[in-house]
């Protein structure tokens, strides 16, 4: 069974704090990491990818991925009110590394 | 900047009729995929497809659905005989293939009644 965990939430901070995302995933074959956005009604939109252990920084967003613990985050510096949104945390794996499994997703409210 | 199309943006059938789903890559691409949405729940893996045939499938994947490449341009899903269950938006993508960094086109909202 390939899970991808995330907690619901929904989180709320504050315009400007940090808003911190967490993904667990159980198939440990799992190559590649993604971070969605998805707006209500919408399709889900590519933040960051990631396929290393350690951090990686794209503006003000910050994914960090540790294979040993099968854990995946999603660090958002600076929020604004339009980062409101659900994020959805993807793994890729499958023995041709083509197949994907997305968590629940994390609603996230950035509050002016 | 290219984009995934999917048409139409909504289909509404009876249980147990047929509706094909249509969706455009975009050109260079050489990864399909078929997810589907239930209203409030995860987006769902359905299938993924790579040279002509189908490279991996869901348990949700059965009989039930196909999927095929008709031309050079389009990537299609069928689903033969609609459920009330079938209900969802139904989401494509591709890749380009030399990273896994999908793009989703904009959805289908299937409603059966």
């Known amino acids: 069974q390939k899970e991808v965990e995330q907690n619901s939430g929904p989180l709320s901070v504050p315009e400007g704090a940090i808003a911190s995302l967490n993904c667990t995933y159980s198939?440990?074959?799992?190559?590649?990491f993604f971070w969605y956005r998805q707006y209500s009604g919408k399709s889900p939109e590519l933040i960051m990818f990631?396929?290393?252990?350690g951090d990686k920084e794209d503006g003000r967003f910050t994914a960090q991925l540790n294979k040993a613990s099968q854990y995946v985050s999603l660090l958002i510096r600076d929020s604004q009110p339009s980062d409101s949104a659900t994020y959805l945390c993807?793994?890729?794996?499958?023995?041709?590394?083509?197949?994907?499994?997305f968590g629940t997703g994390t609603s996230l409210t950035v509050i002016p | 900047e290219p984009e995934v199309t999917q048409t139409p943006s909504h289909q509404v059938t009876q249980m147990g009729q047929e509706v094909i789903l249509r969706c455009v890559p975009i050109?260079?691409?050489?990864?399909f995929y078929w997810y589907r949405q239930i209203l409030g729940q995860k987006v769902e893996f359905l299938v993924s497809?790579?040279?002509?045939?189908?490279?991996?499938k869901s348990e949700i994947f059965d009989d039930q659905f196909s999927v095929e490449r008709p031309d050079g341009s389009n990537f299609t899903l069928k689903i033969r005989s609609t459920k009330l269950e079938d209900s969802a938006m139904y989401f494509c993508?591709?890749?380009?293939?030399?990273?896994?960094?999908?793009?989703f086109g904009p959805g289908t909202r299937l409603t059966v009644l």
């Open positions: 050109s260079n691409h050489l990864y």
């Open positions: 993807a793994v890729n794996v499958g023995w041709t590394g083509n197949q994907f499994y």
């Open positions: 497809f790579y040279n002509n045939e189908i490279s991996e």
């Open positions: 993508a591709s890749i380009e293939g030399s990273t896994d960094t999908q793009y």
């Open positions: 198939d440990r074959g799992s190559q590649s």
């Open positions: 990631i396929y290393s252990n």
